[in-house]
């Protein structure tokens, strides 16, 4: 594994322990008097959103039949695949198992679910069973559409150059082999991201730094180029967050390609095409990292669950922005990768959508409304080397919302961002998964 700037482990674990701990303790749920009920909740997906929620509401109602949907056996800990495809982390790091986190008091059918009925308020599995519902919650994450990108597929992942953290651990594993050969052999590498809304989109940036700065320390910089293709005309969706990663872009030496959208790879030649406003261009590469189209589960759309007037394409769930309550069918919520909200595709988000969503259960089961608001709040850990992040926190409207103002500053490149990255984020993300925070 590669080292932090050589600092000591005794070192990192205290600083771990004490960011983990400030993290822990400001944000964890207060105590709430139980609600009797016999209400039938049903949750599709066990991520991290519908684990958490499920978690805070085994502790909140008292009688709730609550059923946990999903044919997943392994959790994922998806925030460290961009770490595991850098090589600083193994794949193991990111695999737990589903069952591990749930608590007492939840029914898990170990199966997808195949259709929802939201007039009939039941949800179907794969198997036939049918499983009715006074509540639903929509956590089912998305869907990686590889097929969108002509001639690529996953098991060509890891060979002719081809990497994709995105889709697990094995795969993230595999990137990293073909990006090491890349840091010590050179040539041009091509870093993409999708034109659809995505998870975490700050990945794609944080693979670009890391291996860039991977390579100059190995084959040293003249001996490689790297290119990241934008989807539209800028770096990242906050304009302030944007200009300085242009900034550090301009000092490493990486060349934006704006307006650049993946659409074919030819693995043999090592050529990638690329959409363009000004058509079709192609570019060779010796490495190209590849993020495909992201898009809500087929059963989203196909219940009639999804917007009909934005992100068409895409079938994110219908929800209210600030309550992520579904604007046609009040007894369902989405929450996670599938709301169809403008920011919030993150673990960090997550953690602050769960709460909302539990209080607006809670009080429609209680005959009333709740009054938690989700503001957008999306966390970033915009790792810019190793050993070095930005700790970027915005909201719905493009501000940014430090958590510790005055400590660390978001547009700083710190040490103390990288370790809240790479050490203490999963101690926090392991504590919301539990409930607690």
């Not at 960090?348 to 409304?369: C, F, M, N, R, T």
């Amino acid at each position: 594994m590669t080292n932090i700037n050589d600092l000591t482990a005794s070192r990192r674990g205290f600083l771990g322990l004490m960011v983990g701990g400030v993290a822990l303790s400001a944000t964890a749920p207060a105590q709430a008097e139980k609600v009797a009920t016999k209400a039938r909740i049903v949750m599709i997906g066990a991520g991290a959103a519908g684990t958490a929620l499920a978690n805070r509401l085994v502790a909140r109602l008292d009688g709730a039949e609550i059923t946990l949907i999903d044919g997943r056996k392994e959790h994922l800990y998806q925030p460290g695949l961009s770490l595991v495809a850098a090589g600083l982390k193994p794949a193991s790091y990111t695999v737990s198992q589903t069952a591990d986190w749930l608590p007492k008091g939840v029914a898990l059918i170990a199966e997808p679910a195949a259709a929802i009925d939201p007039v009939a308020r039941t949800v179907a599995t794969v198997s036939g069973q049918t499983v009715p519902y006074d509540f639903l919650i929509l956590a089912p994450g998305l869907v990686l559409d590889h097929d969108a990108i002509e001639g690529f597929s996953l098991d060509l992942v890891g060979t002719n150059g081809i990497g994709a953290l995105y889709s697990g651990p094995e795969h993230a594993a595999k990137t990293w082999a073909a990006a090491r050969r890349f840091t010590e052999e050179g040539g041009v590498g091509l870093f993409t991201r999708p034109e659809t809304e995505m998870k975490c989109a700050g990945a794609p940036l944080k693979h670009t730094f890391l291996i860039d700065d991977i390579a100059s320390r190995a084959v040293g910089r003249g001996r490689y180029e790297i290119i990241y293709a934008a989807q539209n005309d800028t770096l990242f969706g906050v304009p302030i967050v944007s200009e300085k990663v242009r900034m550090l872009f301009g000092d490493r030496g990486i060349a934006p390609a704006y307006s650049h959208v993946l659409k074919a790879v030819d693995p043999g030649k090592r050529v990638a095409t690329f959409a363009t406003p000004k058509g079709d261009t192609e570019l060779g590469y010796d490495y190209l990292h590849v993020i495909p189209p992201q898009r809500a589960p087929a059963i989203i759309r196909e219940a009639g669950l999804s917007w009909a007037d934005k992100w068409t394409d895409q079938g994110w769930a219908e929800v209210d922005d600030r309550t992520l309550r579904h604007r046609r069918y009040p007894d369902i919520f989405a929450l996670g990768d599938v709301a169809g909200v403008p920011k919030g595709k993150t673990a960090a988000s997550v953690k602050w959508q769960v709460p909302v969503v539990e209080d607006h259960l809670v009080a429609a089961i209680q005959g009333g409304e709740g009054t938690e608001i989700y503001d957008g709040y999306t966390s970033c850990p915009l790792i810019t080397r190793v050993g070095r992040a930005m700790l970027v926190e915005f909201d719905y409207h493009d501000n940014l919302t430090p958590s510790f103002p005055g400590i660390i500053a978001p547009l700083e490149e710190l040490w103390i961002s990288w370790l809240m990255k790479e050490v203490a984020l999963k101690a926090t993300y392991n504590a919301m998964l539990r409930g607690k925070a």
